[in-house]
Antibody, heavy 129, light 109 residues
Framework: QVQLVQSGAEVKKPGASVKVSCQAS????????ITWVRQAPGQGLEWMGW????????NYAQKVQDRVSLTTDTSTSTAYMELRSLRSDDTAVYYC??????????????????????WGQGTLVTVSS | EIVLTQSPGTLSLSPGERATLSCRAS???????LAWYQQKPGQAPRLLIY???SRATGIPDRFSGSGSGTDFTLTISRLEPEDFAVYYC??????????FGQGTKVEIK
């Protein structure tokens, strides 16, 4: 069965960095992308970035693109999210999720769906002085 | 940037009732790019619907999705006690990037 297991909760001071891991199992790691989504306390979901586990290509949300780095280690099927220059408003639960790309053939060719089919359990990152 | 607006913010219903949740995009989108998720307190989101109308594996058939263009709907035909949760719509854009709606909370009346 597919599982994404994330590292434990972190408490950081403003200006510090945090690195959250997401270890995948139950599927071929390099066949799917990994995305990261965060949720501030009592708030909605915010997409942060995507990485191709096959090629390492990335794309980041504009809001965090200057401070976030996504990487993978294919030898351990693990994805990492590093966020730098932490601020109090970075306090949130951070989720990794597997990206499923689903082709369907229509009369005029293929259409694709892109969605997050499996999620990690979440990692709480608290930024406080 | 395309914005997704969900309504209502909160839906108060009783078990057995029908729930209709709306997700409106600020411009026309490809329906295959629209998904719905359910989130319960303290849990990660769970995929319900992808491609606007396809149920994910293991999702009961009381959940259905529909819509096209700018207007999409998630319908729960008869609410079960475990369906009271927050629901999010999500849109894929090229690049790739994704946007979530702000969520609709379905609460027990």
């Amino acid at each position: 069965q597919v599982q994404l297991v994330q590292s434990g909760a972190e408490v950081k001071k403003p200006g510090a960095s945090v690195k959250v891991s997401c270890q995948a199992s139950g599927y071929t790691f390099t066949s799917y992308g990994i995305t990261w989504v965060r949720q501030a306390p009592g708030q909605g979901l915010e997409w942060m970035g995507w990485i191709s586990a096959y090629k390492g290509n990335t794309n980041y949300a504009q809001k965090v693109q200057d401070r976030v780095s996504l990487t993978t280690d294919t030898s351990t099927s693990t994805a990492y999210m590093e966020l730098r220059s932490l601020r109090s408003d970075d306090t949130a639960v951070y989720y990794c999720a597997r990206l499923k790309v689903d082709p369907h053939y229509s009369g005029n060719g293929y259409l694709y769906s892109y969605y997050f089919d499996y999620w990690g359990q979440g990692t709480l990152v608290t930024v406080s002085s | 940037e395309i914005v997704l607006t969900q309504s209502p913010g909160t839906l108060s219903l009783s078990p057995g009732e029908r729930a209709t949740l709306s997700c409106r995009a600020s411009q026309s989108v490809t329906s295959t790019y629209l998904a719905w998720y359910q989130q319960k307190p303290g849990q990660a989101p769970r995929l319900l619907i992808y491609g606007a109308s396809s149920r994910a594996t293991g999702i009961p058939d009381r959940f259905s999705g529909s819509g096209s263009g700018t207007d999409f709907t998630l319908t729960i035909s008869r609410l079960e006690p475990e369906d009271f949760a927050v629901y999010y719509c999500q849109l894929y854009h090229s690049s790739p990037t994704w946007t979530f709606g702000q969520g609709t909370k379905v609460e027990i009346k």
